[in-house]
């Protein structure tokens, strides 16, 4: 018999996101059925939803940030249990890809997914799953792999926030572009990802963050998160303000949030000698950026600058997910401060419109 329940849908392209009732099928082998706790309300459910579908076929289970209790196991599930908490990782290494074949699973670009197994209730029509996840649901299949067991004693209304926007922004520092002690860093952009950079930078003991955002609300979020120095971007050139208060030198690591090409300039020039600049945010399909390499303090080549891309924080969901809930446990990564506030699984188009109008860290789910 397959379960009953309820998921926030795209039933077509252009239309709002609506709540319907749902079937889902019990897990197939290797796949694992979670009943939601709760569920963080991320920008990509919204790109999703106005990109019409983002070429995944209609209609489409949204969210992607989720943690819940696994309710039952398919075949050859060995490492969970029902009532096991968990948090939903969309990024399971694939185990195939040439990169998992060389042991290097962090740089997986492909990732494991389970069958279609949730059915529009009212037509039976089978739904896709954002990022194989689908979390605005009262149920969801996600493969074995991608469902990773938490502590017993972590709020799963926090810890479904590790899942996308604060693995992201951690594990660009730990993972994508490591942060030593006493480094120099620069975060563009302090909304959900970069007040996770914050985080990660004062967790590796950065010496200096210095916070880059055009919204002073979100700058004194960034304060509260560990930064050290706040640049209000519209007050002047962010570029000599973050040079200036370090030393003149300018950062070891440059972190950029936002996805804008004019932002990655800035990060790439705010630079220390041999510094690494990090691209986080989420760019336009024709983005593009013209860099400089021939000038003498900023340039590529004098300057000797690293670029790198981060992706989901290049994370390994196995070993990052309890760590950043450890870490949460032992009072060292604030989930608390990032809950904006709390909504119900009838309220994601609203929270859909407070992310792009309002002043909104996270909203998070509870089912
Ligand atoms: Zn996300
Ligand atoms: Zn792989």
Redesign the pocket.
């Known amino acids: 018999m397959p379960y009953e329940g309820f998921a926030v849908l795209l039933n077509e392209p252009g239309q709002a996101a609506q709540v319907e009732a749902v079937t889902v099928d019990s897990p197939g082998p290797g796949e694992v059925l979670i009943q939601l706790h709760s569920s963080g309300v991320c920008h990509t459910d919204l790109h999703v939803k106005t990109m019409n579908g983002m070429g995944m076929p209609f209609p489409i289970v949204l969210g992607h940030e989720g943690a819940g209790h696994v309710l039952e196991v398919g075949e050859g599930v060995t490492h969970l249990a029902p009532g096991d908490p968990v948090v939903i990782a969309y990024r399971a290494?694939?185990?195939?890809?040439?990169?998992?074949?060389r042991g290097d699973?962090r740089?997986?670009?492909?990732?494991l997914r389970p069958k279609q197994r949730i059915a529009r209730k009212r037509d039976g029509a089978l739904c896709s799953q954002v990022l194989r996840c689908g979390t605005f649901a009262t149920h969801t299949v996600v493969h074995g792999k991608a469902a990773i067991k938490m502590p017993p004693n972590v709020p799963l209304e926090k810890a479904c926030l590790i899942a996308c926007g604060v693995v992201t922004g951690v594990g660009a520092v730990f993972n994508t572009s490591p942060v030593w002690r006493g480094a120099r860093v620069a975060v563009i952009g302090c909304g959900g990802v970069g007040l996770s950079v914050i985080q990660g930078a004062r967790l590796a003991h950065a010496k200096q963050i210095i916070a880059v955002d055009l919204n002073p609300v979100k700058l004194e979020w960034a304060k509260k998160f560990g930064a050290t120095d706040l640049v209000n971007a519209k007050e002047g050139d962010p570029v000599a303000k973050v040079r200036e208060l370090s030393d003149g030198e300018g950062v070891d690591f440059a972190y950029e949030a936002v996805g804008l090409s004019e932002c990655i300039d800035q990060a790439v020039r705010m630079l220390a000698y041999a510094g690494t600049a990090t691209h986080i945010g989420l760019p336009e399909e024709n983005a593009h950026v013209n860099l400089n390499l021939g000038d003498m303090d900023t340039g590529v080549y004098w300057n000797k600058v690293c670029l790198r891309v981060c992706h989901a924080g290049d994370t390994l969901p196995s070993y990052d997910f309890p760590l950043l809930a450890q870490l949460y446990l032992q009072g060292k990564l604030d989930l608390d401060g990032m809950v904006t506030r709390e909504i119900t699984l009838n309220d994601v188009e609203e929270a859909f419109h407070e992310m792009e109008t309002g002043n909104v860290i996270r909203s998070v789910i509870r089912f």
Do not use: F, L, M, S
């Not at 290494?93 to 074949?101: G, N, V």
């Not at 740089?107 to 990732?111: E, K, Q, V």
């Open positions: 290494p694939c185990e195939q890809c040439p990169a998992c074949r699973p740089r997986c670009w492909a990732a």
